[in-house]
């Protein structure tokens, strides 16, 4: 039985797996509607709403400071919107007549720390939020502890457990109640790097194999990428763009939302004919008025040497990376610098020319700023 469950007529509402399949697919487990909150005045967060659907993953994605942590929070119940609504399972936990603590609000937490309880063992720690009989919490426990491969740790202690393993028992802990939603916080961010993609990628098969709807908020875009099936980019507060991670890569709303996806090389030029004309050449500019300023903006992995054609460069330093270069120029005579970044062992000797050209397909224009 889910510890965070009100009286049954609610459970029956909240968890989908009691919903008619089509109504099921079609009505947000959780909505956000106009989500604010100040602190001394400053805004941390303001005007945010997405929703998320049953089973679904989705990211929030940002910076330090955008208020990602505090959306979380709010709709954790451990932080207090001083407006907006949040609804979970069709149920308000807060708008303006009601707003529901965190004890009753059926959710999961998964914090950056972890926070497990250092006095209980890895078994006490899994069932700590389970209730009815003792028999069910057993078997609850054990098949959890199974899945994740950690059945014979259940009688050690956290500081006895890797930090990857104490990460599994955190998930599980959070999982065992069988909350509609999982709320996760930089989950994976204290592992090593290279024990991370592991960690990660069995979180999201256990995810996905259980249907767990999760907001998860990281501040890695390569995280949000692999684990969202949705993301949500948050700037100063304000939720900037929402959708698949293709879509957020491809065509980000601006050149901020581009540039947190990879580094950006930027040129600027004027509209003259339907065309930016730039000194890496010309590129469409749907939209954007004749004559008005403009920027083009290419990631390193677009913008390539070639043996015909192209803009000259001056090399300026070159370093192998293993799977790729990065070369690094400045265009001639006397402009911008470019970053290349090309497969296999290229390495042109600084000093050297060569010639540079942009994948037209993959450029991105924006509005420029006025002179």
């Keep these: 039985m889910n510890q965070f469950a009100s009286p049954p007529d609610w459970a029956s509402q909240v968890d989908a797996r009691h919903v008619a399949p089509d109504a099921a697919a079609t009505r947000p487990m959780l909505e956000v509607e106009a989500l604010c909150r100040r602190f001394g005045g400053v805004a941390a967060v303001e005007d945010v709403g997405f929703s998320v659907t049953r089973g679904e993953v989705i990211c929030l994605l940002g910076p330090s400071g955008c208020g990602k942590s505090t959306t979380l929070r709010m709709i954790a ?17 807060c708008d303006s007549g009601a707003f529901l603590p965190p004890e009753r609000r059926p959710v999961g937490l998964v914090f950056q720390d972890f926070a497990l ?10 069932g700590f939020g389970l209730q009815g009989p003792a028999p069910e919490k057993r078997d609850r426990v054990g098949a959890l502890l199974e899945r994740v491969g950690l059945s014979s740790h259940a009688a050690k202690y956290p500081h006895e457990l890797s930090g990857g393993e104490q990460q599994r028992v955190a998930l599980i802990r ?5 909350p509609c939603l999982m709320l996760m916080d930089e989950p994976f961010s204290s592992l090593d790097h290279r024990l991370r993609d592991g960690v990660r990628d069995a979180t999201l098969d256990l995810l996905r194999e259980s249907e767990t709807t999760v907001l998860m908020v990281t501040h890695d875009p390569e995280e949000a990428m692999l684990m969202g ?18 879509e957020l890569y491809n065509r980000p709303a601006d050149r901020g939302v581009a540039a947190f996806f990879s580094d950006l090389n930027i040129v600027a030029g004027r509209v ?7 000194s890496l050449g010309a590129f469409p500019a749907p939209g954007l008025a004749e004559g008005s300023p403009a920027e083009v903006v290419i990631r390193p992995q677009h913008l390539v040497p070639t043996e015909a054609g192209g803009t000259p460069a001056r090399v300026e330093r070159a370093r192998y990376l293993g799977r790729e270069s990065l070369i690094e120029t400045r265009l001639e005579p006397g402009g911008a610098a470019m970053k290349s970044r090309v497969p296999g062992l290229i390495l042109p000797a600084p000093g050297s020319l060569i010639h540079i050209a942009a994948q037209p397909d993959s450029a991105m224009v924006f509005a420029g700023d006025g002179e």
């Design 174 to 178: 959070a999982l065992a109640p069988r």
């Design 229 to 246: 099936h949705r993301i949500a980019v948050m700037r100063k507060g304000r939720l900037i763009q929402e959708g698949r991670p293709d």
């Design 117 to 126: 309880f250092p006095h209980l063992d890895v078994a006490a720690n899994v």
């Design 272 to 278: 003259s004919g339907g065309r930016v004309q730039t």
């Design 77 to 93: 119940g451990i932080e207090r919107p001083d407006s907006g609504r949040i609804q979970i399972g069709g149920r308000a936990m």
